[in-house]
Each structure stands twice: as structure tokens, then as C-alpha cells.
């Protein structure tokens, strides 16, 4: 890299660096966020109707979540720990409520976990509900597992 290459860099660095330190993070957010709003994108197909359905999803997942749960929706072959369709465990920060086969649950935790603490998934119909199956390839245990919000 030559000489004024590097110099030019170095400056657009600093410049960068004091542009940081002078404007606060909060101001840029601003900046940005006031004037993208309503700006259409292309490639953007949001409708009125669908920016209107995504509203009342941000007002349902506006609730905070009391609980997980997972019950089990299908079943096949012999699962060791007697698992059958409808048997339900509830995941609390304060616990677990029920019995769960411990590689189900190991496998089934970053999952529960994301849904205790908002994350979504783009690829649900449903936000608030996913599947998740058991790691035994012979015996599957499919299991729902839903965000329980308060009322």
C-alpha cells in the first residue's frame, strides 16, 4: 500500500474515531430511524394490511412470558423414558415442572431458552409456538414447544 493510501486511511480512522466520541450512539439511531421511517425499500412487498398484522403481533409478544412448555405431538416406535403424545413439562425460570427424557431435554434447551427470552424465528407461522424433535432417530418424539404469556 503506498504512502498516501495510508495516510488517507489513517485519516478517515480518525475522523471515524472523533465522529464517535462526539456523537452518541443514541443521536445516530435517531438520525436513522426518523428518516427511514415509511421509506419503502425495493424488493419491500409490505401492505398497509401486513404492516397492520405485524402491529398486533408486536402488541401480543408485548406480554411477558410466564412459562415454556413442551408436549409431546407425535410418537413413534418405543421411547425408553414412556413418553406419549400429550405429556406436557413446563419450563420456568425457577425450574422444571414434569418428567423429560434427559437427551430430549439437553437437546430441546437452546430452544426453550430462545423462547423464554423473546427470540423469533422468521420461518414460524406462529411465533410463539415451534417443534423440535427428539435426538433418537428409531424412536421419534416430536415435541411442540410454546410460549406461555401472561393474560
Given at each position: 500500500m503506498s504512502h498516501s493510501k495510508k495516510a488517507t486511511k489513517q485519516s478517515?480512522?480518525?475522523?471515524?474515531?472523533?465522529?464517535?466520541?462526539?456523537?452518541?450512539c443514541v443521536a445516530v439511531s435517531a438520525i436513522f430511524s426518523t428518516s427511514l421511517m415509511g421509506m419503502a425499500f425495493k424488493?419491500?412487498?409490505?401492505?398497509?394490511?401486513?404492516?397492520?398484522?405485524?402491529y398486533k403481533k408486536?402488541?401480543?409478544?408485548?406480554k411477558k412470558i410466564t412459562a415454556v412448555t413442551a408436549k409431546v405431538i407425535s410418537q413413534k416406535?418405543?421411547?425408553?423414558?414412556?413418553?406419549?403424545?400429550g405429556h406436557k413439562v413446563k419450563f420456568t425460570e425457577s425450574g422444571i415442572e414434569g418428567k423429560i427424557c434427559i437427551h430430549a431435554?439437553?437437546?430441546?434447551l437452546p430452544?426453550?431458552?430462545?423462547m423464554m427470552y423473546e427470540s423469533?424465528?422468521?420461518w414460524l407461522k406462529d411465533p410463539d409456538k415451534k417443534t423440535h424433535a427428539c435426538p433418537d432417530a428409531y424412536n421419534p418424539v416430536v415435541f411442540e414447544?410454546?410460549?406461555?404469556?401472561?393474560k
Open positions: 478517515c480512522q480518525i475522523k471515524r474515531r472523533e465522529f464517535c466520541k462526539r456523537v452518541p424488493g419491500d412487498k409490505t401492505t398497509p394490511s401486513s404492516k397492520e398484522s405485524n408486536e402488541e401480543i409478544m408485548a416406535g418405543t421411547c425408553a423414558m414412556g413418553h406419549k403424545i431435554l439437553y437437546s430441546m430452544g426453550v431458552f430462545a423469533r424465528f422468521p414447544i410454546e410460549r406461555i404469556r401472561e
